[in-house]
């Protein structure tokens, strides 16, 4: 119920007033702890306000690069596709990363399994809120209802679908009991490997972005949480609406120098809290390694299997599996393999730079060493709504735009607003970029990504058109489905492009399978660069 605030409040005039107070009743010390956080608080915008500065007159110096920003939705699959760039191009500079992914897949692992733990304890316990949805990005809910009824995504809440009347309830043994209690020190191994590995170690919710957009120097507003684009008339924001931890470049670092601790080549290394990182990522791998047998038993147990299905939660679809390879990637002596690296989920927090030095590169014909050719950079950002403010900076002087549009999703919602479809909000955003003048005269490139989900899910039945009402009574195949929706982003290009005649390819992708990904971007490299040196003839 509502109450009537009474006219006797003296903040009652002043919204603003009452936002800005200090908390009633506060004492000295909750002050002075106040005034340090938005001390801090104020320290790390300063910080990002600052960083962005100097990003920016490091992309204009940048002139004889290929500049290639990767856009697209969170989850899209762009840092998927850079590392597809890396191993294609620059497979020495990948080598020389791989170790670092160690960490982001165990976390994976482990959170995967937690969350099936998470279940299993709400449905063992029964308490209370025992019906209440677990929501993780790491556990898709199958969204195709057999009763067909209902609006588009309506079931897509990742709440647990209630058992048919029919269908007998499920009987937990002591083995689940004690799985629960043998897995338990695992909680423990996600916190420090999250505290390790920083802020893009979270994923974006729809809970944790409205409370990023309460704080109060997020630089936010909710005007950015509901558009897809930002920036589409120019005014994007130049301060990115998220504050972090510890960014994207430097989990990298962290994650490099706690290794160099256990193995001992830390000679150089005087990062603060490197030692306690090594100690805790140890500790991490070794707690891993003695569940191994326990997280297999508990994926491959056919009640933990039912209960999934009864809440339609399809682990499988998920970014960041790797419940099919528990024993493997559990093992001390892991090393992840390149298909392990590709397949791991890590968010990209900000905008992350990365200079590509192609590797064997051949030179077109008609190019000269002075093209600009072999050196990329390429540009990889966050995707969530809140992120997309930041990008605006780095738009009127890319050369290309690889846009990335997961069409698996047709029928998912986005993780950060739960009312918005994901395959509406990668139109959205496309139109977006699409009509933007800074980006006239880009070469665009449009990858229809995530085909292989795509094929698995319309495989076990889902209906796009029950999402999708405009795609009729077409063949609900894979083939179909990615050919119309080719087309409509198509037409959108043609339709909303500031300049007739701008360079525009399209393909349809799996970025997780490297090997024909590779063919891809070779045939995106040779294509933006003709075009490029084409362009360079007439300036
Ligand atoms: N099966 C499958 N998984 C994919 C594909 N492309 C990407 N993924 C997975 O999807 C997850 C998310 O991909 P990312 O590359 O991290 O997505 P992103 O666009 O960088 O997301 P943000 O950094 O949040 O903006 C990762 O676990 C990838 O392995 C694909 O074509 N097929
Ligand atoms: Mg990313």
Known sequence: MYSIRPSTDPLGEDPLAKVLAPPPGETADQRAARLREEAEAKRVNDEIDERIKQERAAWKKQKNMFKLLLLGQSESGKSTMLKNFQLAFAPKAWKAERESWRAVIQLNLVRSINNILDILSQE?????????????????????????????????????????????????????????????????????????????????????????????????????????????????????????????????????????????????????????????????????????????????????????????????????????????????????????????????????????????????????????????????VGGSRTSRAAWYPYFDDANAILFLAPISCFDELLAEDRRVNRLEDSFLLWKGIIQSKLLAKCIIVLFLNKYDLLEVKLANGVKVNRYLPSFGERENTAPVLARYLFQKFRDQHREYSPQAGRPFYGYVTTAVDTEATASTLASVRDGVLRHNLHRADFV
């Not at 030692?275 to 569940?291: F, K, N, P």
């Not at 682990?315 to 392990?340: H, K, Q, S, V």
């Open 124 to 380: 063992m316990g029964k308490t209370p809120n025992a019906t209440s949805p677990i929501t993780s990005p790491f556990m898709r809910p199958v969204t195709g209802s057999s009763s067909g009824h209902g609006h588009a995504n309506a079931n897509d809440s990742g709440s647990p679908t209630a058992e048919s009347p029919s269908s007998p309830p499920i009987q937990f043994s002591h083995t689940h009991a004690l799985l629960k209690l043998r897995l338990a020190p695992l909680r423990r191994v996600e916190a420090d490997l999250k505290q390790l590995i920083g802020a893009a170690s979270d994923e974006i919710t729809a809970s944790n972005t409205t409370s990023a957009l309460s704080g109060q120097d997020s630089g936010s507003s909710g005007d950015e949480l509901s558009a897809a684009a930002p920036f589409e008339n120019g005014t994007g924001r130049r301060r990115p609406s998220e504050y972090y931890v510890r960014s994207n470049a430097s989990w990298r670092e962290a994650v490099r120098s706690a290794y160099n601790r256990i193995s001992g080549n830390d000679n150089n290394d005087m990062r603060e809290g490197g030692a306690a990182d090594g100690e805790r990522l140890e500790d991490a791998t070794d707690v891993i390694a003695s569940c191994a047998e326990d997280m297999h038993a508990l994926w491959k147990d056919e009640v933990v299997q039912e209960l999934l299905k009864r809440r339609r939660i399809r682990m499988e679809l998920a970014p960041g599996f790797f419940l099919n390879d528990i024993i493997r990637i559990a093992a001390r002596d892991y090393e992840p393999t390149d298909d392990d690296i590709v397949r791991a989920r890590l968010r990209t927090v900000g905008v992350q730079e990365y200079r590509l030095a192609m590797e064997n590169y051949e030179r077109p014909v008609g190019a000269t060493a002075s093209d600009v050719s072999r050196d990329w950079m390429i540009y990889d």
